[in-house]
């Protein structure tokens, strides 16, 4: 057996356990797990391809809602030298996981500093640092539209004027939950869409669909203004600008 099928075979047992993990954690509390199955390589890729644009150096990335660190593992092997990763995730089982795939990934041997999990809501998260990229997994149609915005503000308020955050979406959520949904769901969904579409209306860089993922997603890119207006001032539009 040669060693690209067993490397195969181990990425693909990877992935199986993983899955897994995230329907039985989903199961638990939606809240906390951040989806119901990890992302694909290419979901991942487009996530944090801003680490690789020009001229790009030594970078602070946050990621959030990292999971089992399906993102991560793409996200480490592509940071420049000297950069810093915080990492923070709500659930407490996956926080775990992370803490071993960091202690023991071969890109940060001997240099544990440059990556950190933290076990806490990103709403609640304060590491006394400013972010040049901020990478979020976050299932933002899981949360209702008053979580949706006190999560984007903690995220622009985290960012360095000029930082870049990426989020992503699945396609096609908005007709599965028109055909399952309550009521009442459908009203917290449309809400937390106008959430995001203002944020998208003021900040947005760029939107990409990963197709080969499972299920497809699109990807946003928005980037917070060298010169901004105070997050509560502009929290303050995006909600009328909802309604």
Request: glycine letters at 8%.
């Amino acid at each position: 057996m040669d060693d690209w099928t067993t490397s195969h075979d181990r990425v693909l047992t990877q992935r199986n356990a993983e899955g897994w993990t995230f329907l039985l954690e989903a199961a638990r509390d939606l809240r906390t797990t951040g989806a119901v199955a990890p992302s694909g390589r290419t979901l991942a890729r487009l996530l944090t391809d801003p680490v690789d644009e020009p001229g790009v150096g030594p970078l602070n990335v946050l990621e959030a809602g990292a999971g089992t660190g399906s993102v991560t593992r793409v996200l480490i092997p592509r940071l420049a030298r000297g950069s810093r990763l915080d990492i923070v995730e709500s659930n407490p089982r996956f926080a775990a996981r992370l803490r071993r795939l960091v202690r023991t990934h071969p890109h940060l041997a001997g240099d544990s500093e440059r990556a950190r999990v933290h076990h806490a809501l990103v709403e609640e998260l304060d590491t006394g640092h400013r972010y040049d990229l901020i990478v979020s997994g976050l299932p933002f149609t899981n949360f209702t539209p008053t979580q949706v915005q006190k999560i984007m503000d903690r995220y622009m308020d985290l960012l360095q004027p000029g930082g870049t955050l990426t989020y992503f979406a699945y396609r096609g959520t908005r007709y599965a939950r028109a055909l399952t949904a309550t009521r009442t769901e459908g009203r917290r969904h449309r809400g937390v869409e106008e959430v995001l579409a203002g944020y998208q209306r003021l900040y947005a860089t760029g939107c990409w669909t990963a197709w080969a993922n499972v299920p497809p997603a699109r990807v946003w890119q928005l980037r917070r203004p060298v010169a901004q207006a105070p997050v509560a001032a502009s929290s303050a539009a995006l909600t009328g600008a909802g309604r």
